[in-house]
């Protein structure tokens, strides 16, 4: 099992510009979530997803981002368009649906730098 | 909202030294998930344990569910287990999505 692919590992992009962040979780987990880190707010769910819908996105920031799931096997997170204040690492995780198992498993993670 | 608080902040430990992290949680638990965060900004489970005690190398992890609280234990500090402890504790929905406490730094000098 690769475990949780996100891509790219860094992304710099001017403001303005719009961005894809994209992740694969394991397969035959159920849930997938994305989480942002930062220094000042720590590790903030965004958005998470069930079977593919989206459940909850009352994380997201704003109308600037937004998220996918189109199939059981990948999932996007946008941000269009792009501020400085999005500069972050933004991780994907994803989670079994046995319930002695339900720790996550998180990807490596996207470091976006905004200028 | 939903407290997770975690201590000590940081930790500096001699190599080979035990040590002891403690979150405590505001209300009931049902996912209490440890995880370690390396220095290259990995971020690793090492628990899922929303109770009991389980043991993995030399690192244990309890939760006292009926007392709001969690401990991971590290024994034989080694300078790989240095970087950021986060303890996460599930919403209590269906989802149990997570809320992370704000972690420990450690950092274990040789």
């Known amino acids: 099992d690769a475990g949780v692919i996100q891509s790219p590992r860094h992304e710099v992009t001017e403001m303005g510009q719009e961005v894809t962040l994209r992740c694969k979780p394991i397969?035959?987990?159920?849930?997938l979530f994305w989480y942002r880190q930062t220094m000042m707010r720590g590790l903030e769910l965004l958005i998470y997803?069930?079977?593919?819908?989206?459940?909850?996105d009352s994380g997201m920031p704003e109308d600037r981002f937004s998220a996918k799931m189109p199939n059981a096997s990948f999932s996007t997170l946008k941000i269009q368009p792009s501020e400085p204040r999005d500069s972050a690492v933004y991780f994907c995780a994803s989670r079994s649906p046995e319930r002695a198992n339900y720790g996550y498993t998180f990807g490596s993670g996207t470091r976006l730098t905004v200028v | 909202g939903i407290q997770v608080e975690q201590s000590p902040p940081d930790l500096i430990l001699q190599e080979g030294a035990n040590s002891t992290l403690r979150c405590n949680f505001s209300d009931s638990v049902n996912n209490l998930q440890w995880f370690h965060q390396n220095p290259w900004g990995q971020l690793i489970n090492l628990f899922y344990i929303p109770s009991g005690t389980k043991q993995n190398g030399r690192l244990s992890a309890t939760t006292v569910a009926t007392e709001r609280y969690s401990l991971l234990y590290i024994s034989s500090s080694q300078t790989t287990d240095s970087g950021v402890y986060f303890c996460a504790k599930g919403d209590g929905g269906a989802t149990n999505k997570l809320i992370f406490g704000t972690g420990t730094l450690l950092a274990v000098q040789p």
């Open positions: 397969s035959g987990h159920d849930y």
């Open positions: 997803f069930n079977n593919n819908v989206p459940i909850d």
